[in-house]
């Protein structure tokens, strides 16, 4: 029963990784149809930023949850604003100066900071199930992800912004024409999504700390989750961070990780093999 | 076939002619050293200090006046962690720098990627690094300690220390694999009994479901043979569970990159590892070591067990090429073959001379502090794992990395 | 007529480059330089003429090597390993590619499965290092790779292994050989109906062509090329890593065939051995991170050079040489038509 419990846990946990890593780029990606393959390297990033300002003083909380999103945010407009903006349309090419991006990042992050993993201490102490030690922070990440993803559904159904986003994306001509500036809307959404690759960098943190290498893991799971998630942003990335996160944590317990990487992967190839344009391209479509 | 015979006749004349040239450049005053470390990529870590003690040890003998009367020239390449580097940087080595002696190589692959090429070039090879053990040839001299020597001695400490039932966590490649071989050997010479071993290939970072694994087998000692920056992930989700309060932990492979100086003390405290080397080691040849890295190089935070076993590979070449009188191949090799040793900051270390390994003091330790804490020294202990296998005395041709079997 | 006169011109240009290269740089880098060049003239057909961006070309070059080093060692007979090269990467290019194709899958979701499988190839390497994971005689090695196996030898004397210069002007007539052949099946109806597609596949398909079938064998193609690469490498290095497969591998081929420009052949031949060289020149004199570097020529040559040096460089010498328009039409048309 205790035992249950734990691995309920760790599968919950190991679903809202996979929401939190895809989150800022699934913003970009179904919004503007452009593939962030810096992606990674932005959560690195995110990472950096909160050891560093928990190093120089700021409380934990707030590095990873302020000062973590801010440094995504600010890389992000500046990304946006000198490379992103003049490849618009053309997916292959922003795939590829993105990853020209991740290359120099990586290169960036060893000149500065090391090839050494450096890392904060979780914020949160164990706790016991029964005659098990469970992670607490794994509880945060969690709730987090909820409170991400519920947070991404408000801004997107609720809020003016997030409907004026929407419009100019699916017909830019026409929030033109209704005045908004589409260059401008398509700059803050890259700017938002760079920002929530910032906050899942800090939140993972206390976990996985930061390496100049790390974005690579990172970017090929929220890659995957996010295409075989389809266009719809939040349930689209919901729906398949559950299935891949299941079946990683469930192969992971049943033998090794690396069972359970290959199962993730070998599910996201069988997915796309029978929805060839994403879960969301089939059901739950025209959802946000 | 015939056109490509005359081509290829063609393209070796046109290649006689360039090969013609560098020799003349070379001036007869000068032992030129190899140096062919990561400075850059994931393993810089290691690979830098290990190329600035090759330096450092060229300043020191060409400060005392040289060797054989002749200045010492470094020639270093960066590999980039990059294995096909090795081969071709290796290659440059012999035919167009006619280097004297090459040290380097970090990982196993990157040794063995070279070391057919240094045979074959006639090249004298010192790799110095901690590694798996079993390489039986009598062109390379390694310094650095195997897994045998390190289990030898701390597999009885923490059985006797805190219990029978070991749980294992190794990286999965030849290190790890072999390492662990030794670790289940070791316990179970020692009444002990490892109850799982789980491999990690490298870039695993994730590691909750196997902690909760582990708490499920209920160990008495965790020991971890786990590598490199993706793993240091466990030691921080093993504390983050509370776990470093309720089972003890053991490892051949932390603080072999100062693992131990990005673990908080609240991570590491309590770690028992047995290396070669230690800063906090208290003798006067490890002090003056201290105090000359210091000096040279502003500080000695990224001072580890290999660069100093670097240091110590460098200074036994020094010493055969004395003994020898000459810098030429098979004498060195002969004068170091006669058991040839160094005193120097890692205590005295010796060439084992039918493996072409080392004999090295052993420290049994404890992370206190993020500091290597000396609880017990071990003087003089044999690569007995290599010699079960290979005798270079008996066997002067061979040439293979044996597989150890337990 | 014309196509003869195009092979023989191209083969003396290859002729010219293989033998004024080495008063440049040393028979040991030009190989591995070769190595990379027909790695870059797979995806540069695969992709440039194909129109399928293929992340994971790498795991084809990886193949390749594997293929050649446990086909070599359990035959002890290099030249079958040779052939294993290319069938096993090919079969596996078929398979994948049939997937892909008949599957329907669009550009990005490609990328995706490409790298999927690439990443698989990389991670269930990287687990072979027990001693459960041989085949026949070869262990897979793990992390540490294969190193040790026997390399090719001349066909006329098996105890001559072809080493250095020997390797060196091998790889090259190769590189010819394989440049001259992806020509020709351009030249095809096949090439034709190839580069149609990639222009409108929709048109292509309501003209009665088997889009999934040709896409499919092109694919193939360019994996078994691919594999000779890695074959290549795997004598040139005599050691195989999984690193073969790595994610950084693959960036390097496209990086290189975008630089040099995609959709001709000679660009990414000639992206692959500058870049190749500038990476080994790096290590020589460290100062900047090679990383930093390779990401800031990646940038700069989508943004300032979308179709590639060759190309680019193509155009500047035709616009200053006035005098012949005319063949810059005929190109382009010919270009067009395929």
């Not at chain 2, 090759?54 to 270093?76: P, Q």
């Not at chain 2, 090295?360 to 010699?387: A, G, H, I, S, Y």
């Amino acid at each position: 029963m205790d035992y249950a419990v734990v691995v309920i846990i760790e599968v919950l946990y190991a679903i809202s990784v996979l929401a939190l890593i895809s989150a800022g780029l699934a913003v970009i990606f179904g919004m503007m149809r452009v593939i962030n393959l810096a992606h990674g390297e932005f959560l690195v990033l995110g990472s950096y930023a909160a050891i560093f300002s928990n190093r120089y003083g700021v409380p934990i909380y707030l590095a990873i949850l302020v000062a973590a999103p801010l440094a995504g945010a600010v890389w992000g407009f500046i990304v946006e604003r000198l490379i992103v903006r003049w490849l618009y349309g053309r997916l292959i090419n922003t795939m590829l100066a993105t990853w020209g991006l991740s290359l120099a990042m990586m290169g960036a992050f060893v000149m500065i900071f090391g090839n050494t993993q450096t890392g904060i201490s979780a914020p949160i102490a164990g706790f016991t199930v029964g005659a098990y030690q469970i992670n607490g922070y794994n509880l945060f990440i969690i709730a987090m992800a909820i409170v991400v993803m519920a947070g991404l559904y408000a801004v997107m159904k609720g809020t003016r912004a997030g409907l004026v986003a929407r419009a100019a994306m699916q017909r830019p001509d026409m929030a033109q024409a209704f005045g908004y500036n589409t260059s401008q809307v398509y700059m803050w959404t890259f700017v938002a999504g760079s920002a929530l690759a910032g906050l899942a960098g800090g939140i993972l943190t206390p976990i996985f700390g930061a390496i100049p290498s790390g974005g690579a893991n990172y970017i090929a799971k929220a890659f995957i989750t996010v295409i075989t998630g389809g266009a719809s942003v939040v349930s689209g990335t919901l729906a398949s961070a559950s299935i891949l996160g299941l079946v990683y944590q469930i192969f992971t317990f049943l033998s090794t990780s690396v069972v359970g990487e290959i199962a993730l992967l070998i599910a996201a190839v069988v997915l796309l093999r029978i929805l060839p344009t994403g879960i969301t391209g089939r059901f739950l479509r025209n959802r946000v | 076939m015939k056109l490509s015979r005359r081509n290829l006749l063609k393209g070796s004349a046109a290649a006689g002619a360039l090969a013609a040239l560098p020799p003349m450049a070379i001036a007869d005053d000068v032992i030129k050293v190899g140096s062919i470390h990561d400075l850059s990529g994931i393993f810089d870590i290691y690979g830098k200090p290990m190329d600035k003690a090759v330096g450092l040890v060229i300043d020191e003998i060409n400060a005392g006046g040289g060797l054989l009367g002749m200045k010492l020239e470094k020639i270093s390449y960066d590999t980039q962690s990059d294995m096909a580097l090795y081969t071709q940087y290796a290659q440059q080595l012999t035919r167009q720098d006619h280097v004297n002696v090459v040290h380097g190589g970090i990982l196993s692959a990157s040794r063995e990627a070279i070391r057919p090429t240094l045979r074959k070039a006639e090249t004298l090879y010192f790799y110095n690094t901690q590694y798996e053990g079993g390489v039986c040839d009598r062109n390379i001299f390694c310094t650095g300690v195997t897994p045998a020597q390190q289990s030898e001695v701390l597999l009885p400490a923490i059985i006797n220390k805190w219990g029978k039932k070991i749980y294992s966590l190794a990286a999965d490649y030849n290190y790890g694999q072999i390492t662990a071989k030794w670790v289940q050997h070791y316990a179970q010479a020692n009444g002990g009994e490892i109850v799982q071993t789980d491999f990690f290939p490298l870039d695993v970072a994730d590691f909750g479901a196997t902690i909760t694994k582990i708490q499920e087998a209920k160990p008495d000692i965790v020991m971890s043979i786990l590598v490199g920056g993706a793993h240091m992930s466990f030691y921080r989700q093993w504390a983050a569970a509370g776990m470093n309060a309720k089972i003890p932990m053991a490892s051949t492979t932390l603080c072999v990159g100062n693992e131990h100086r990005v673990l908080t003390p609240a991570e590491g405290n309590g770690i028992m590892v047995a290396y070669s080397w230690s800063q906090e080691r208290d003798t006067t040849e490890n002090k003056a070591f201290l105090e000359k890295w210091q000096k040279a190089f502003g500080s000695t935070d990224d001072l580890h067990e290999l660069a100093v076993a670097t240091y110590s590979g460098m200074n036994l070449w020094a010493e055969g090429v004395r003994k020898a009188g000459s810098v030429d191949r098979m004498k060195v090799i002969e004068a170091l073959e006669t058991g040839i040793s160094f005193e120097g900051p890692a205590g005295k270390i010796t060439i084992d001379p039918p493996t072409h390994h080392a004999i090295n003091d052993v420290l049994l330790m404890q992370v206190e502090d993020q500091k290597m804490k000396v609880l017990e020294v071990f003087p003089q202990r044999p690569p007995v794992d290599t010699q079960a296998v290979c005798d270079l005395k008996k066997n002067p041709d061979d040439n293979q990395q044996y597989e150890i079997k337990i | 007529m014309k196509t003869g006169r195009e092979i023989l011109l191209t083969a003396i240009v290859g002729f010219i480059f293989m033998f004024a290269l080495p008063l440049l740089l040393s028979h040991y880098t030009l190989t591995v330089l070769t190595a990379f060049a027909i790695l870059a003239l797979s995806l540069g057909f695969v992709w440039g003429y194909g129109g399928i961006l293929c992340f994971g070309q790498a795991a084809f070059y990886g193949l390749g090597g594997y293929a050649f080093a446990v086909a070599a060692i359990n035959t002890q007979m290099p030249w079958l390993g040779f052939l294993a090269a290319i069938l096993i990467p090919a079969i596996v290019a078929a398979l994948l590619g049939a997937m892909m194709f008949y599957g329907r899958l669009s550009d990005v979701y490609m990328a995706v499965v490409t790298l999927v499988f690439t990443l698989i190839l990389f991670k269930f390497m990287n687990t072979t290092a027990g001693e459960a994971y041989r085949i026949g005689s070869a262990r897979l090695g793990g992390y540490n790779g294969i190193p040790g196996f026997p390399t090719l030898t001349k066909p006329w004397n098996p105890t001559d292994y072809l080493y250095n210069e020997s390797l060196y002007y091998f790889a090259f007539l190769l590189l010819i050989a394989l440049y001259l052949i992806v020509r020709l099946i351009l030249k095809s109806p096949f090439g034709r109906a190839l580069v149609g597609i990639r222009e409108n596949e929709l048109r292509a398909e309501l003209m009665g062509y088997d889009v999934r079938l040709l896409k499919t064998v092109a694919f193939t193609i360019g994996g078994a090329i691919a594999g000779i690469a890695g074959c290549i490498f795997a004598n040139w290095a005599e050691i195989i890593t999984p690193n073969m497969f790595s994610l950084g591998q693959s960036s390097e081929i496209i990086i290189w065939t975008i630089v040099g420009g995609a959709g001709t052949l000679a660009g990414p031949i000639i992206g692959a051995g500058v870049l190749g060289y500038l990476k080994i020149a790096l290590g020589e004199n460290s100062g900047l991170n090679n990383f930093f570097i390779m990401g800031i020529v990646l940038i700069a040559a989508v943004l300032f050079l979308p179709r590639g040096i060759f190309p680019t460089v193509q155009s500047l010498l035709s616009r200053v040489s006035l005098g012949r328009p005319r063949q810059r039409i005929s190109r382009r048309r010919r270009s067009r038509a395929g």
